[in-house]
């Protein structure tokens, strides 16, 4: 099953590619990140033995469990709200943390990836659509990080990561990754060597990528249903 889903996930970036207007600044390719979160260890290897190679987790306490028992291999992206507390494990475990939404979150990730003298890779999340049970940056203030940047050396900011509001009013999220991809563009005339912007998910992935997305989060549409009753 996974196969097949994969297939057509694939294919679907690629007519999406096709349909790109302007996006010359995301490049000409898409990184499928296959969301794993509330499936079992045993879907993570058998999605790495496919090739799907970028493992998405929202939980670091799930993410750690699954690779105790996978071991090595993957470039894992963390994408759920980080807490201040589990920063040193999320640290030690992910290669790509794609949801910092505060500034605070920033200085602890400095902090715990100087301790192990790693720099960790990092996206922006942006809240652009407002949303109260959302976080992230606005639009109006995620420019103004970009000073602190220069105290931690330890962080690298690579892009952004949108996440579109659930909803049916599909204009509404091209409204949103359109303006997500103009933040983007913003942040390279800074910062030319960002090169990530996360955008899309199951239900959205194809319209984020015609809008200038390279990273798409896709869970249901490659794994189907989670298992809500998965303990880790
Ligand atoms: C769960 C999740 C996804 C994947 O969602 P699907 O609709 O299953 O593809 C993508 N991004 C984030 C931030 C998520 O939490």
Not at 48 to 67: M, P, T, Y
Not at 156 to 182: H, N, Q, S
Request: charged share 25%; aromatic share 6%.
């Amino acid at each position: 099953m996974l196969a097949e889903n994969l297939k057509s996930v694939q294919e679907i970036i690629k007519e999406s590619l096709q349909k790109r207007k302007d996006s010359k600044l995301t490049g000409d390719s898409v990184t499928l990140v296959g969301v794993t979160k509330n499936h079992p260890p045993e879907i993570v290897a058998e999605a790495l033995a496919q090739g799907i190679n970028n493992i998405g987790e929202n939980r670091v306490q799930e993410a750690k469990a699954k690779r105790e028992i996978l071991g090595d291999g993957g470039y894992w992206h963390l994408i759920g709200h980080l807490q201040t507390n589990k920063v040193r494990q999320a640290v030690a475990l992910f290669d790509l943390i794609e949801s910092i939404d505060s500034e605070h979150l920033l200085q602890t990730v400095e902090k715990e990836a100087k301790r192990i003298n790693k720099v960790q890779d990092v996206l922006l999340q942006l809240n652009i659509a407002h949303e109260e049970q959302k976080s992230g940056f606005s639009k109006e203030e995620y420019l103004s990080v970009l000073p602190l940047l220069n105290n931690y050396p330890h962080v690298k900011i690579r892009g952004l990561m949108v996440i579109a509001p659930k909803t049916d009013d599909m204009e509404l999220v091209r409204d949103i990754f359109a303006a997500g991809y103009r933040c983007f563009c913003r942040l390279k005339m800074q910062r030319p060597d960002i090169d990530c912007l996360s955008m899309g998910m199951s239900g959205d992935y194809a319209i984020a990528v015609e809008e200038g997305a390279n990273i798409v989060r896709v869970g249901t549409a490659l794994f189907g249903q989670r298992d809500y009753s998965l303990k880790f």
